[in-house]
């Protein structure tokens, strides 16, 4: 595996592998979780094979182009907790084209949808 060069996780991609501290690929970034009026990064939410679930900072070692590293073992990474909180929302900016009553209403008056990232 390429190791990459390290990178902040404001920069960190969408689907980046997650590894654990043997090196097994777990997971794959689905979104990076922080508090930006404070520059603070809280952790990471990653698809697994048994659906989302949530890396803390703590337990990240290395972020890099091509990975993130964390210090658990392959037995806590299969244990790892959803996230929880509340939902993370963004637009869905599709959901505004097309001809549909809902798209042009969208459009002329500016409401966007939102939808459901941690889904």
């Known amino acids: 595996m390429d190791e990459g060069r390290p990178i902040s996780y404001l920069a960190l991609a969408v689907g980046t592998p997650v590894v654990s ?8 970034v689905h979104h990076v979780l922080q508090v930006p009026e404070l520059d603070l990064f809280d952790g ?17 070692t290395e972020i890099t182009t091509t990975v993130v590293r964390c210090s ?7 244990s790892l907790p959803p996230p ?3 939902p993370v929302l963004e637009v869905d900016l599709a959901h505004e084209e097309g001809s549909s009553l809902s798209s042009r209403l969208g459009r002329l008056f500016g409401r966007p949808h ?3 990232i941690d889904e």
């Open 72 to 78: 658990l073992t392959d037995n806590e990474a299969a």
């Open 114 to 116: 939102w939808k459901n």
């Open 44 to 60: 990471i939410s990653l698809k697994t094979s048994h659906g989302l679930r949530f890396v803390d900072r703590e337990q990240i």
């Open 84 to 86: 929880s909180g509340p």
């Open 21 to 28: 501290s043997t090196g097994s690929e777990f997971g794959k």
